[in-house]
């Protein structure tokens, strides 16, 4: 094989691969925000609709942002100089590896809490509920302790540089291949103790029984947003990981399969947590205290429930931690394409320099709470840019730059390779890409911008 300059990384098999790209999707997106954005919207409603966005929207810009790695071999930076000269085009790589690093710093927050409440499983704190000492009150006590915030987003953070460093085959691929089928055997075991409990079938009816007049016109921007964050799309995070492939691989059937596996985890995600909820009596539509604050409640009402805590809060730090490695590995690959650093130095400078954009979020939520900039606190303002604004923003550019800058002739050249059969047998799936990327991408995209921004 032909040797580059410098020896990049390359993923060893196909299977890696997708694994790692799932791991990136699969995420809090999945398990924490999925659930509790489809019973504040209607449930089945929802769903329908979160559905049809993912297959219009989500798989066309991911086989976009995977095709982008891939010809170019480089972070999005190196992507956009490498196919462009504009420095208009360069900046937006700039743009998702600054979304990279905020989203990343309120992210370790939450999964912070995760790891947390992994030890609070353990040590049977859910037992200690009462009338007058709730579960909201035993986590607003935790999150107000700075010293618990901080330690728990540390370790969380060490865990995800520990992958980073250890490199892309070695680090990221082999993590990806022991944590994702862990992930994938506790959520089936959660969903059949879900499944089997007294009541269960109201979970699976609401998930199943569309409550239309609960589905609002900002709803279907909300499911729009979510199927871009739940992807990991709009910052270059497949991008980046799509530039460890080679031109042999299929990306409509690596793209298919991750897109299936992200739809296919909220889902059973969706199933363990209502079966659940419901069986137990709980309400559905408490926003994002769902995990934090209804499931421990959940758990102390179901047989076995000391266990399945346990199994829950590991599921959901390993979602969370297989996301944040693809996130630090954007800025990471910036930093060695671009700079010449080694791997090991870039992973230990910015997951320092993480830790230190990570504090005043984790701060937000106790000694820093009275601090607002636009009516917002630190971490929700992380979290609103960074979601609301550059996500949706990359993504329009990214999907505007594969349709009209680069153009469709070089790009399906590129998409050819490893797809041939594609081309031969089926082109209606090509030109429905085109159609997808070119004029759906980015109309839609700009519309959930505006609705973000409060003007639609
Ligand atoms: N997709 C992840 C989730 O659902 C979050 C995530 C990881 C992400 N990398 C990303 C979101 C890049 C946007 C961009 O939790």
Known sequence: MAKTKMARENWGSKFGFILAAAGSAIGLGNIWKFPYIAGENGGAAFIFVYLICIAIIGLPVLIGEILLGRTTQRNPVGAFKKLSKSKFWISVGFLGVLAGFIILSFYVVIAGWSLGYIWEAISGSFYKF??????????????????????????????????????????????????????????????????????????????????????????????????????????????????????????????????????????IAGIAIFTAVFATGQKTDVGPGLIFHTLPVVFTKMSGGYYFSILFFFLLTIAALTSAISLLEVVVSYFVDEKGWKRHNAVIVFGGVTFLIAMPSSLSFNVLSDLHFFGKTFFDLADFLASNIMLPLGGMLISIFIAWVWGFDKALVELKQGAENIFTDKPYIISAWKIFIKYFAPVLIFLVLLNSLGIL
């Open 130 to 267: 009462s009338p007058t000492y709730s579960s909201a009150t035993h986590f607003n006590t935790l999150i107000s302790n700075v010293a618990w915030n901080l330690g728990f987003t540390l370790g969380f953070l060490l865990l995800t540089m520990f992958f980073v460093f250890a490199g892309v085959q070695k680090g990221i691929e082999k993590g990806s291949k022991i944590l994702m089928p862990l992930l994938f055997i506790i959520l089936i075991i959660l969903a059949i103790k879900g499944l089997t409990m007294n009541g269960s079938e109201k979970g699976i009816s609401f998930l199943l029984n569309p409550k239309w007049r609960s589905l609002h016109g900002t709803s279907v921007l909300i499911a729009l947003g979510h199927a871009f964050f739940t992807l990991s799309l709009g910052m270059g995070a497949m991008l980046t990981y799509g530039s460890y492939l080679r031109k042999d691989n299929n990306l409509f059937s690596s793209s298919t399969q991750i897109v299936f596996l992200d739809t296919l985890i909220a889902l």
